[in-house]
């Protein structure tokens, strides 16, 4: 993977169609983002970007830190370092794809 923005990633690498069911079903249903080996590259590539992605999202919804806005998640279970890396590329995947697509996220 050639180093750009997470975003410019995303854009390269999905149809639009793909995007719009990411941000309404979330980004797991991405090709190549549903399996651990595939998100956690894909994290070290474009941490910097994902981290500032999802806090920016945090602080919109009124969240100073944004482990506190993970914290109002409650069908999640972060018991891992390579789940939460993961985790955090399937949330700033699904904002992405909701910017991308002009869409809500939910």
Same mark, same amino acid.
């Given at each position: 993977?050639? @180093?750009?923005? *997470?975003?410019?990633?995303? +854009?390269?690498? &999905?149809t639009?169609?793909?995007l719009?069911?990411?941000? +309404? @079903?979330?980004a *797991?249903e991405?090709?190549?983002?549903s399996? &651990?080996?595939k998100?956690s590259?894909?994290y =070290?590539? &474009? @941490?910097?970007?994902?981290w500032?992605i999802? +806090?920016?999202k945090?602080? @919109?919804n009124?969240h100073?830190h944004?482990m506190?806005? *993970?914290a109002t998640f409650?069908d999640?279970?972060?018991s891992?370092p390579?789940?939460?890396?993961? &985790?955090?590329?399937w949330? =700033? =995947? +699904?904002?992405? =794809?909701c910017?991308?697509?002009?869409?809500? *996220?939910?």
């Amino acid at each position: 993977m050639e @180093k750009t923005t *997470f975003k410019a990633w995303m +854009k390269e690498q &999905y149809t639009k169609d793909e995007l719009k069911l990411a941000c +309404k @079903k979330g980004a *797991f249903e991405l090709p190549g983002l549903s399996i &651990y080996s595939k998100t956690s590259r894909v994290y =070290a590539i &474009y @941490k910097e970007d994902i981290w500032e992605i999802v +806090k920016i999202k945090a602080e @919109k919804n009124g969240h100073e830190h944004l482990m506190a806005w *993970f914290a109002t998640f409650t069908d999640v279970v972060l018991s891992e370092p390579d789940s939460f890396e993961c &985790y955090l590329v399937w949330v =700033a =995947a +699904k904002i992405v =794809a909701c910017q991308l697509t002009r869409q809500k *996220f939910k």
